[in-house]
C-alpha cells in the first residue's frame, strides 16, 4: 500500500508570493492534516481535513489555508508568504477523525519550502 | 496547558547497547494516547509504538518499549541493541480524548548511535 504522498518535495518561493502544497493520503484513508516543522517552533498543527470539511484549526493566521478533495487528497495554500513560512510542511493522513478513530496518524516525507 | 517536554536535546548510544529516551506531559485528562515518533535524515517521521492511557501494560515494539508512569505523567521509550539506522530525532507526543484531537508534539531528542 502506497504511503503519504506529498508534492513537489523542494521549492524555493519569493516573499510575496503565494505556494500549494498537495498531499495524496494512504488510500482508504478520510482524514489529512497539516505540520509547520522548524528549528525553532518544532512541529506546529495547521490544520485537519475530513470528508472535505475542515474540522480542526491550529493557530496560524488566514493566510495559511488548505481543502480537501473527494478522493480525499488535499492542498494547502500560504498567500503572501513571509521569510517565516520557510519550513519543512508534512502532511499526515488517519483513517478517521476523531479521538478513537483517528488517534494515529501516518505521515508524508514533506514539502521543504524556502522563503528568499 | 497541554505540553510534552523532552529534557534530552540529545543522547548518544554505542551501537549494540541500551538507551532510553525520557518525556513528561502534563494534562488534566484521563483518556489520552501516546506516541513516539522517528524522524530520521529523510525527514519522514514514522510511527515507533504507541501507548493508550487506560492501559496498565507497557507497548512493545521488537526492540522499542516504553515506561509508561501515568501518575508521574512520564513516557520513556527503551530502544533495545541499538543499531546505526536507530539514529534520528525521537519526537514523543500525545492526543487526547477532549479537546480538538490534534497532536501536541514534544522539541525532540536527537539520538546518535556511535559505532
Known amino acids: 500500500k502506497a504511503g503519504v504522498t506529498q508534492t513537489p518535495r523542494y521549492l524555493i518561493k519569493t516573499r510575496g508570493q503565494q505556494v500549494t502544497l498537495s498531499c495524496s493520503p494512504i488510500s482508504g484513508h478520510r482524514s489529512v492534516s497539516w505540520y509547520q516543522q522548524t528549528p525553532g517552533q518544532g512541529l506546529q498543527f495547521l490544520f485537519e481535513y475530513f470528508s472535505e470539511t475542515q474540522r480542526n484549526k491550529g493557530n496560524f493566521p488566514g493566510r495559511f489555508s488548505g481543502r480537501q478533495f473527494?478522493?480525499?487528497?488535499?492542498?494547502?495554500?500560504?498567500?503572501?508568504?513571509?521569510?517565516?513560512?520557510?519550513?519543512?510542511?508534512?502532511?499526515?493522513?488517519?483513517?478517521?477523525?476523531?479521538?478513537?478513530?483517528?488517534?494515529?496518524i501516518y505521515f508524508g516525507e514533506g514539502s521543504w519550502l524556502t522563503v528568499v | 496547558a497541554q505540553t510534552v517536554t523532552q529534557s534530552q536535546p540529545e543522547m548518544s548510544v554505542q551501537e549494540a547497547e541500551t538507551v532510553t529516551l525520557s518525556c513528561t506531559y502534563d494534562t488534566s485528562e484521563s483518556d489520552y494516547y501516546l506516541f513516539w515518533y522517528k524522524q530520521p535524515p529523510s525527514r519522514q517521521m514514522i510511527l515507533v509504538i504507541r501507548q493508550e492511557?487506560?492501559?496498565?501494560?507497557?507497548?512493545?515494539?521488537?526492540?522499542?518499549?516504553?515506561?509508561?508512569?501515568?501518575?508521574?505523567?512520564?513516557?520513556?521509550?527503551?530502544?533495545?541493541?541499538?543499531q546505526l539506522g536507530d539514529a534520528a530525532m525521537y519526537f514523543c507526543a500525545y492526543i487526547f480524548a477532549s479537546g480538538t484531537y490534534k497532536y501536541i508534539f514534544g522539541t525532540g531528542t536527537r539520538l546518535k548511535v556511535l559505532a
Not at chain 1, 75 to 83: F, G, H, I, K, R
Not at chain 1, 87 to 99: M, R, V
Request: hydrophobic residues 30%.
Open chain 1, 70 to 104: 473527494s478522493n480525499s487528497r488535499s492542498e494547502m495554500n500560504v498567500s503572501t508568504l513571509e521569510l517565516g513560512d520557510s519550513a519543512l510542511y508534512l502532511c499526515a493522513s488517519s483513517w478517521g477523525t476523531g479521538f478513537r478513530s483517528g488517534n494515529t
Open chain 2, 53 to 82: 492511557a487506560y492501559k496498565q501494560q507497557n507497548a512493545t515494539e521488537n526492540r522499542f518499549s516504553v515506561n509508561f508512569q501515568k501518575a508521574a505523567k512520564s513516557f520513556s521509550l527503551k530502544i533495545s541493541d541499538s
